[in-house]
């Protein structure tokens, strides 16, 4: 991108909020004990300094943009936001997900023909293979003898097939926008730019009586930092070409997406668990640039490739396999290895660009790039208090939060280059990372003797009440 054309917007802010939920009594009791909210210490000089010195969201005007909207308040150091109840902690796992249909009129007709497609290839397999039981032995010698005189011949006609698929594969290799790595796109953009359109007919049919009005400060607020960030990356093409449109939705999951064609969902539970507007700038700026990058196409691309070859295999299962029940356990590993080692991979992969250029992006727009990572902690934290399992990453589709957040602290130099080299205003105030952790050795020395974890979780773990500012 061209660091010479960027916004002078400031984001300078640096308001956190914590994940504690349970009923008002149990938090009172939580809270008279000594173990306070991760980010609530309002006796320590850091809070103090933070709290004073920071929260200006500077545009060209150098107004901050929660002047401008008065009656949203995002949450200060230590204040969490009073809407996150148990439920938004169990939708977190949906949040960083975007929308899970981006496909496209061509390669929908494709996602049709799928099954039609598998099942041909399993006919053909297992007709293949009760041919060979039909043959008498004397003609199944006769068969084995003449593939043995001809192997180099079958050799080759593999390996043409073989040529085939890479030459096919490097024939539609495309530079990612941006970032610059080969990726694979056999679907054309405008063909996904159509069923964006699709998609959005079926959010809007969904979601049609929860959409709040242009009024709305949520909604005022969610335009104006998608409007920042556009704005302060309109030198990138890819940026510029989309109309980006708002669309907030009164829904408590923590969720946010970006269709291919410029339409941006962003549900209300989101806006009750981000702590700040640096937060939330990052989160948009992420899922923008999933659009921007074009995922949707590239992963339906490289899916709609592995699959074609999958067929392959498919009949070579179902031929091969004695009987039917063995085949289908065959069938369900070779799913399962396409699966594990290339699909979520992958996923992650692309989860991992987005995060780099929308980090990219809420730095020109003057975000304070620090907050990325301490969101991901915070949801890590939210899930440990909740008390769900941690899976291993290679079970998922995105990166863990703890990698998330190490990947954006390896990142965020970079990006605090960048923010610099557009002449935003000096961050004010210590790192929010500095924080959340004094705060987590705060509130771990506080629990100390105090309450067994066990019960401390279960009066967390009731649903629907929200926590209480100090």
Same mark, same amino acid.
């Given at each position: 991108f061209d660091r010479g054309r960027c916004q002078r917007l400031d984001f300078s802010g640096n308001a956190r909020n914590c994940f504690l939920t349970g009923n008002p009594d149990s938090h009172r009791k939580f809270l008279g004990k000594g173990l306070r909210c991760l980010l609530d210490v309002p006796n320590t000089e850091v809070y103090r300094?933070?709290?004073?010195? /920071?929260? @200006?969201?500077?545009?060209q005007s150098s107004q901050p943009l929660w002047e401008k909207i008065p009656s949203l308040h995002f949450s200060s150091v230590g204040q969490p936001p009073r809407?996150?109840?148990?439920?938004?902690?169990? /939708?977190? @796992?949906s949040f960083h997900r975007s929308s899970s249909l981006q496909a496209a009129p061509v390669p929908l007709f494709w996602i049709i023909v799928k099954p039609a497609q598998k099942l041909f290839a399993i006919i053909l397999g297992r007709s293949i293979r009760n041919w060979w039981k039909a043959l008498p032995p004397n003609k199944r010698e006769l068969f084995k003898e003449s593939a043995r005189k001809n192997k180099w011949k079958?050799?080759?006609?593999?390996s043409s097939l073989g040529v085939v698929f890479v030459m096919f594969y490097f024939t539609h290799l495309e530079e990612t926008p941006i970032t610059g790595r080969a990726r694979l796109l056999v679907f054309g953009k405008e063909h996904f730019r159509e069923l964006s359109q699709m998609e959005y007919d079926m959010w809007m049919e969904q979601f049609k009586g929860q959409m709040l009005p242009e009024t709305d400060a949520r909604y005022q607020v969610v335009e104006r930092v998608v409007g920042h960030l556009s704005e302060s990356n309109k030198d990138i093409p890819q940026v510029s070409a989309l109309k980006w449109v708002i669309h907030v939705v009164d829904e408590p999951g923590v969720n946010a997406f970006v269709l291919p064609n410029g339409?941006?969902?962003?549900?209300?539970g989101l806006l009750d668990a981000v702590s700040d507007i640096h937060q939330l700038s990052f989160i948009l700026g992420h899922e923008i640039a999933h659009a921007v990058l074009e995922h949707a196409a590239e992963k339906a691309s490289l899916v709609h490739f592995l699959d074609f070859l999958s067929l392959i295999f498919l009949t070579m299962i179902w031929a091969i396999c004695p009987r039917d029940s063995l085949a289908v356990v065959g069938q369900w590993i070779q799913s399962k290895l396409q699966e594990f080692m290339f699909d979520r991979p992958y996923s992650r992969t692309l989860e991992a660009e987005a995060d780099k250029v929308g980090l990219q992006f809420a730095a020109k727009a003057c975000v304070d790039v620090r907050a990325s990572s301490v969101f991901w902690q915070q949801m890590e934290l939210a899930e440990s208090i909740q008390g769900q399992p941690k899976l291993p990453e290679w079970l998922s589709t995105h990166p863990s939060h703890e990698n998330r957040a190490e990947h954006l602290d390896r990142l965020i130099p970079e990006a605090l280059k960048i923010r610099e080299s557009c002449n935003c205003p000096s961050l004010s105030g210590p790192d929010p990372r500095l924080i959340f952790r004094l705060n987590m050795k705060h509130l771990l020395e506080s629990s100390?003797?105090?309450?067994?974890p066990n019960s401390i979780k279960q009066d967390l773990s009731k649903p629907k009440l929200d926590f209480p500012h100090t």
């Open positions: 300094n933070v709290h004073h010195g /920071s929260g @200006r969201f500077c545009s809407h996150l109840s148990a439920w938004n902690i169990q /939708s977190i @796992r079958i050799l080759l006609g593999a339409q941006v969902f962003v549900f209300t100390k003797g105090r309450e067994a």
